[in-house]
């Protein structure tokens, strides 16, 4: 079993940053991707960005959304159990709660739900004009 905690979340100004983090604990082994979602009130869950486990290098390849792309950063802390999202330039619509999730599975985003293993909680992030 794997736990996942998001946190970092808040109220930031348009125009800000925010860094989210993801903590896995448990049976965690380095060979899961890791995925950051986003719900806004009242509408779909989407995928923001994903990276993929270790490959023996230091090279991690990720995807992003392609709204995310440019202001949107994901990396990894294999050593800390730890995905982080970067976020800069918000904008008042992308206020959502944030999660984070774990899969076994790699390729083109979005997956469907099922191939999930884990999820996290979940961190708002507020955005004000």
């Known amino acids: 079993q794997v736990q996942l905690v998001e946190s970092g979340g808040g109220l930031v100004q348009a125009g800000g940053s925010l860094r989210l983090s993801c903590a896995a604990s448990g049976r965690t082994d380095g060979s899961y991707a890791m995925d950051w979602f986003r719900q806004a009130p009242g509408k779909e869950r989407e995928f923001v960005a994903a990276?993929?486990?270790?490959?023996?290098?230091?090279?991690?390849?990720?995807y992003y959304a392609e709204l995310m792309k440019g202001r949107f950063t994901i990396s990894r802390d294999n050593a800390k159990n730890t995905v982080y999202l970067q976020m800069n330039t918000l904008k008042p619509e992308d206020t959502a709660v944030y999660y984070c999730?774990?899969?076994?599975?790699?390729?083109?985003?979005?997956?469907?739900?099922?191939?999930?293993?884990?999820w996290g909680q979940g961190t708002q992030v507020t955005v004000s004009s």
């Open positions: 990276i993929k486990w270790s490959d023996g290098t230091a090279y991690y390849p990720t």
């Open positions: 999730a774990a899969t076994r599975v790699w390729g083109m985003r979005p997956l469907s739900d099922d191939v999930y293993d884990y």
